[in-house]
């Protein structure tokens, strides 16, 4: 998994009927062999630091977007 700044992470709940966790990147911390992990500002505007599980996936942020090749 990778992000950027800006990108949104969703965390899907492993506890049934929960939503699932969102919030935005707002810093990205390299880590020990290439593992990236991320500084989150959470939508409830808690911030922490979150290592990336199979749980999760990235929303780009509209920048990213319009800047992909969809063909090439």
């Known amino acids: 998994m990778h992000a950027t700044r800006g990108d949104r992470l969703v965390v899907v709940s492993a506890h049934v009927g929960q939503p699932p966790r969102e919030g935005e990147v707002v810093e990205v911390v390299p880590g020990d062999g290439g593992h990236e992990h991320y500084r989150v500002r959470w939508d409830d505007e808690h911030e922490s630091i979150y ?8 929303v780009a942020s509209r920048e990213h977007r319009s800047s992909w090749p969809l063909w090439s």
Do not use: G, N
């Not at 290592?51 to 990235?58: A, E, L």
């Open 51 to 58: 290592f990336p599980s199979s749980d999760c996936h990235v």
